[in-house]
Structures are given as structure tokens and as C-alpha cells.
DNA sequence: ATAGCTGCAAATGCTTTGCAAGGCC
DNA sequence: GGCCTTGCAAAGCATTTGCAGCTAT
């Protein structure tokens, strides 16, 4: 057995409550499908659809609310790269982005090497709350 | 006099000549009211709040066809930072952006001593469009 | 019983499109 | 004249909101 694959029945519940967030059948659901021990990339639609493929009735009001929520609880982070349509990420630690134009996409690039120097001073009164790198990248 | 700043009635025809860009009356105005010398991130809104104060007469649909069109040419950037609006940045060099989420506003970081290492190899069959820093910043 | 959650439908906000009228070479 | 452009209004999308009914404690 995979210890990493997260079991759903009491991690899920668990990292719920270590963010605050009151573990409703709905939203467990919803964790359950993205908390799977893989990074994902994911529109609202496609949580859509993966729970209609699970068979979870919710409804687009349920799925954007939860994911809100999951964002300002600092579970997912929100990525915006185009117009439209935003990405939730479920890889919390520090990393960067490739987006595939070609495939509207995500990759992730691990924090790990990137360094960046040379950032100025910042504007008075201000403190950093994320450094987003995002790398376009399209066919050859 | 200001030998910087540019000339409406030369300079302006000539900056969308050299992208490919019929100088109508209209795109040479809303032209005119980006490219005044000064670096600007504007969203459509503020380019038509421009307009009306110079008594530029147009609607939505052409402010948004003619910025669209300024992008698609290169003369303008999109820039995307939040979930709705986008940004059109007239500053066309090599740069990164701070986000002042309080004033939901850019400002630029010149890319002069911005060094980013320890890039990862890059997904196959794909090379860079371009590679954006934004540097999210909150109140103290 | 009560407080919070869910989901439908309607509303919102930004952007795009269809199309008729107008302007320019 | 003919082609491109303009601008109005309508349509399109992703997202949010109002609210009635439901759920779980």
C-alpha cells in the first residue's frame, strides 16, 4: 500500500480543520478530488467535471464557493495566466509556472533552483506577499 | 521644449505604421493617449475615462477592438493580475511588475538588474514567449 | 431549534460579436 | 464605389449573489 496516497477517510477531514474550514460533505468531496497526492492545475470546470465523474451532486454555485473558500483558507492557490478563466493549484509549497499556450496548461517548476536577484527596493509600506514567476511558452 | 515628448502628429502614425496598423482616426487618438512618454498599465476603463476627457468621442467596442488590436500588433502588453480586468501596459521593454493590491494597481521593475537562475529544462518542443515576474504586495 | 450549507436561478461584470451606418482612399 | 472602420445593442462567459429549502448538530 502507498503511504503517500492520502487517505481520504482522515486526512482530508484533518486538513480541512487545520485550515478552518468546518468539513461538510460537499467540501470533502471536493478536497477528496483534488487532495489526491498528485499537484494539479485546475479550473472550476474541470472540478466540475471530475465530480460528475465521481458521481458527486453539486452544482456550479457549490464548486465556486468551495474553491473560494478553499483559496482565502490558503488551501488552493488561485493562478491567473488568461483572460477568463482562473486556475487553482493544489501545490502549496514555493514554486514557479511554464504555462503551455498551446494546451491553455500549467507545469509546475520547483522553487527549488530558481533564484531571482536583483529586485529593487520595494514601494514604501509594503511588504511582498507572493513572488510569481510565470514562463509563456509555445510551440516551436 | 521636451525633445522626449512625443509628437501627436508625427510620432504617433509612425509608431503604428511600424506595427502594421492603419493610423485611423481613432486608433491614432486612443494612440495618442497611450503613448505620451510616460509608462502607464491602464484598463479599458481608464482608456475610456482618457477619452472623455479629451473629448475623444467613441464606445466600449472600439476601445476594446482597437486595444486588442494594439496587442495582437505588439504594441501593447496584456497583462493579467487578477480575475475580470486586464491590464495593458504601453511599456514594451524588457520588465517585471509589482501588484499593489490595495490600489489594485502595477507598477513596473525594470528588468535592468532582475536575474532569474536555476531555470529547469524547458517541456519539449517548446521555446520561451516570454517570462513574467509579478511581485504581489499587501499593506503593512 | 439553530446556524450554517447547498443549489437553483437570476444577476453582474468584463469582453466579444453582429450588423447597419459612416468614412476614407 | 468599395473596403475598412466605427459604434450601438445584443450576446457570451466566467463568476457571484439572493434566497428558499435542507442538513447536521
Known amino acids: 500500500m502507498n503511504t503517500k496516497t492520502p487517505n481520504i477517510e482522515t486526512d482530508i477531514p484533518r486538513l480541512l480543520a487545520k485550515h478552518g474550514i468546518r468539513p461538510t460533505k460537499i467540501r470533502r468531496a471536493i478536497a477528496g478530488l483534488l487532495f489526491d497526492g498528485v499537484d494539479k492545475h485546475v479550473s472550476v470546470d474541470d472540478v466540475i467535471d471530475l465530480a460528475r465523474d465521481q458521481n458527486i451532486k453539486t452544482s456550479v454555485a457549490s464548486v465556486y464557493n468551495t474553491l473560494n473558500q ?58 511582498i506577499k507572493s513572488v510569481n514567476v510565470t514562463i509563456r511558452l509555445k510551440d516551436n
Do not use: C, W
Request: charged share 30%.
Open 70 to 127: 478553499f483559496a482565502s483558507a490558503g488551501l488552493l492557490h488561485r493562478v491567473m495566466v488568461e483572460q477568463g478563466r482562473a486556475f487553482f493549484d493544489t501545490n502549496l509549497s514555493e514554486h514557479h509556472h511554464f504555462y503551455l499556450e498551446d494546451e491553455e496548461r500549467l507545469e509546475d517548476i520547483p522553487a527549488d533552483n530558481i533564484n531571482i536577484t536583483g529586485l529593487p527596493e520595494l514601494p514604501k509600506g509594503r511588504r
